[in-house]
């Protein structure tokens, strides 16, 4: 069973393990030590950053222009982050059909289950109301039940309208 001899040697090797471990936090600290405690002065290194001018500020591009500058193929790269949820087919998924949202009623799909939060948006998907609701559905749209995050490019959005509007009605 145990005996003084067995109690010993366990003590013995949980005092070895501490020692050991003691020894090891000195190393790690004498080798990695940076200074800065118990009085010690420690220095410091300036980074040069050049002169404190204010950046300058970029001029938005009015969304108009970004949409008739948009590209409907990567408008479809874009999609790739609807397409959880919604189709272009004419069939719904989670989130209603997209073919030929731009232009559409608000809440249009017949069938399709909507949660009354998008009326606030307005009455048709404009490309201006699509662009709104993108950036942000949740602010856009408070109550909705669309989980999705937004879009912070407006590049991005502008390509994902036009892509939209080539997938017609």
Known sequence: MLDTMTFTKVVGS?????????LGKWAAES????GGGHGEEVAAYVIEVGDSEPAEEVAEVPFEELLAAAD????E????KCRACHKVDGTDATGPHLNGVVGRNIDAVAGFNYSGA????????????????????????????????GLPKAEDRANLI????????
């Open 14 to 22: 949980l005092c070895g393990a501490l020692l050991i471990f003691l």
């Open 31 to 34: 080798l990695y030590h940076v």
């Open 72 to 75: 409907a193929a990567a408008g």
């Open 77 to 80: 790269k874009v999609f790739g």
């Open 118 to 149: 998008l009326e606030q948006v307005g009455d048709v998907w404009t490309p201006e109301n699509l662009n709104h609701f993108l950036e942000s559905p949740k602010s856009a749209a408070p109550g909705t039940t669309m989980g999705f995050n």
């Open 162 to 169: 036009a892509y939209l509007q080539s997938t017609g009605g």
